[in-house]
């Protein structure tokens, strides 16, 4: 919001949010010194925004990082996931059920995954917080890598590939 708000407006314009929940873009508007309005039906996050509002009055950032406090409320209903180590990524897990969703030409069942699959339906069932967001991989149509900014570790070595037609090609380094 920093950024947007920087270049679009100048010092003493307004800035309108009218889904305000907890207050980031009215509390970069004020960092910016630009006038603000925003709208907010729920009490709990009205509050939580005052609160904020006047932390960067008192000098306090309300951007802070909290590391030791695991946040006490978020916008879904979906349940926190408990922090874990993940023996497999939760990447390539979906990676697999792309390849199997291709094999069997559908959106694969948790039958399927554990017919299926090379890694136990628990890995599934407890790193992912719903089955949707396990076969939201095999929904997609992009290329899914398990790499980064599509770089892949091969022979110790780093090789850059660029898509061209759905495929990759490697770049000369």
Request: some cysteine; overall charge positive.
């Amino acid at each position: 919001m920093y950024r947007l708000i920087s270049l679009f407006t100048n010092e003493n314009e307004f800035v309108l949010d009218p889904f305000n929940g907890v207050g980031s873009t009215t509390l970069t508007a004020q960092q910016l010194k630009r006038n603000f309005v925003g709208i907010e039906l729920s009490a709990y996050y009205h509050n939580i925004t005052c609160t904020r509002h006047q932390e960067l009055t008192d000098g306090i950032d309300p951007f802070r990082k909290n590391n030791d406090e695991t946040p006490k409320t978020k916008n879904s209903h979906v349940k926190r996931l408990e922090k874990q180590d993940y023996l497999v990524s939760k990447k390539q897990l979906q990676l697999e059920v792309k390849q199997i969703a291709l094999q069997i030409g559908r959106k694969p069942t948790k039958e399927d995954i554990a017919a299926l699959s090379q890694y136990p339906i628990a890995y599934y069932e407890n790193y992912f917080t719903s089955w949707g967001e396990v076969t939201a991989a095999a929904r997609t149509t992009e290329c899914m890598t398990e790499y980064k900014n599509n770089i892949l570790q091969e022979d110790g070595q780093l090789r850059l590939f660029e898509e061209k037609k759905g495929k990759y090609k490697k770049q000369a380094n």
